[in-house]
């Protein structure tokens, strides 16, 4: 103990003066440093050259240490410069010390001047210069520097190997990380070899390779600790493994391993993924006054509430004015889930007051606040809102990305604004912002539903053109505009290439093509599709119904209407029952037309009830 030694000392003082020796401070001053009082030990150094003492190489070399442990960095360069001025010449020690301290652009230099001189670098030099590259993620550097010193026949000892696989964690270069652990043979790999080889495959999303190292420490003689859980937990919560993260996390105290902060946020971070927010809750309540928590813990858990839509405990738990838990600060990671959590079920007015909370955290709103409440108005039809937010985002000088354009184009198609939309679609452009498939298919819909066939398939046409792969969405939103601007074959064409683009049609697909071919009173392309519908286990709906039957019926193809309309299991509507009564006018079959009336007398004033169907039909 450093007190011990100091009590020594000053009594040794006090007794006799005469006995004191540089050799007696030395071992004070290194006692000072090795129980990191930096303070003390400059004063032991000062109290030399009071005496009239001449400090040697061990006396700078115990000071300097001091200094840089306590992060006295320049206090240790002035001490070092001062040895020349002293006659004493720097040692590789001294050299060492100095080099310890310094971020990796003067530890480099450093290094390079110690091979210029007559004092060689050795390990511990090559060490932590490697250390200073991997914690600033130069990780090209500290592996160029560990070649380098294995050319000049610096013999690697564990701490620079563990230096140099820090660096590559550090870096996410988790191959380069595994290399240097496996050429490990003659160095006795320790638990921070493992540990740092685990946690690279982790920041590399290799969860299978952290778990095969986790599970070959036992069998290597290598004590597991909670570093070691914490990396492969993060590495099953990375990998959306989320259950088998939680697993682990509760074999920790059977393992005598007290979870730390670090266990319990990504435990509820993998809570989060899973989104079970329910048990991310009791996770978070099982911290207090046991496990400190940090933000990142209030964040995970704001998130997995964000996740399960629970909006309102998420703004409980963020608003101003609520009690803070654990003293915490929300910050704009926290504010962005909340109001994500609000965007998900449409609480826009929510979503908004909370963004105008953030300056009373003295936040300021990224792109994920904005985007989250221009969502949440598009969801609640504001689509003035949203360009009004869209704007701020301009002012407050952040660049809008694809979520934002396209948030803002829904609100523009939900809202029939479809000039505004393909203005958006073409802003979007203009910014270099690339498009996706949700922007596209909004700006699409936008038009179709201005009845725009035109400029809907101009949207989708450049949808090929720019590589971007259309969705069901895209398609559905094509055939529809075609089928409102009467162009049924371009209607059947863009539903053929459903299936070559690996694109199932949906019911919403069909519908739009049978609608199509109604239009245009091509029965036999609404019957076939009718029918192919049935074929690819798609239940069609009355839509499905009607607009086959009524192109039938505008054809006079009285059987075939009658046999869309027969034995389907379709509850039909007033529009169905007319179609088939038309038709068995048409084919003069009047029996039928007797029964379908009487079973039509017996429905409601406006439309059939979904509960029934047509009584003494056949």
Sequence with gaps: MWQSAMSLFHNMLMTDIQAASVMSYNISITSCDRGMQWQQALKLFAGICVRHLKPDVVS??????????????????NLFAAMPRGSIQPSIISHNAVISGLDWPDALEWL??????????????????????????????????????????????????????????????????????????????????????????EKGMQWQLALSLFASMPVSRIQTTVVSYNAVISSYEKGSEWQQALNLFGAMPVASIQPTTISYNTSISSYEKGTQWQQALVLFSAMDGRIQRSLISFNAF????????????????????????????????????????????????????????????DLKPNIISFNAVISACEKAMRWQHALSFFEDIHKANITPNVVTFSAAISACEKAMQWQRATTLFGDMLAATVEPNAISCSAAISACEKAMQWQEALSLFAQMLTSSIQPNVISYNAAISSCEKGLEWQQALSLFAAMPVSQIRPSIVSYNAAISACEKGSVWQHASSLFFAMLAASIRPSTISLNAAMTACERCSRWQQALKLFDGHGIRPDMVSCNAAINCCEQGMQWPRVSRLL????????VTLSAERVIPGYH
């Design 60 to 77: 700078y070399n115990a000071v300097i240490t001091s200094c840089q442990k306590g992060m006295q960095l320049q206090l240790a360069r």
């Design 302 to 361: 704001i998130s997995s509430l964000e996740k399960g839509s629970q909006w309102q405990q998420a703004l409980s738990n963020v608003f101003p004015g609520t009690d803070s838990i654990d003293s915490i600060r929300p910050d704009v990671v926290t504010c962005s889930a909340a109001m994500s959590a609000c965007e998900k079920l449409g609480r826009w007015e929510e979503a908004v007051m909370l963004l105008g909370s953030m300056g009373e955290l």
């Design 112 to 201: 390079a001047k110690m091979c210029q001189s007559s004092i060689q670098p050795d390990v511990v030099s090559f060490g932590s210069t490697i250390s200073s590259c991997g914690k600033a993620m130069q990780w090209i550097l500290a592996s160029e520097l560990f070649a380098s010193m294995l050319i000049l026949t610096i013999q690697a000892n564990a701490i620079t190997y563990n230096a140099a696989i820090n660096a590559c964690e550090q870096g996410s270069e988790w191959q380069q990380a595994l290399n240097l652990f496996s050429v490990m043979v003659r160095i006795q790999r320790d638990v921070v070899s493992w540990n740092s080889t685990i946690s690279s495959c």
């Design 598 to 605: 009487a079973a039509v007398a017996k429905m409601a004033p």
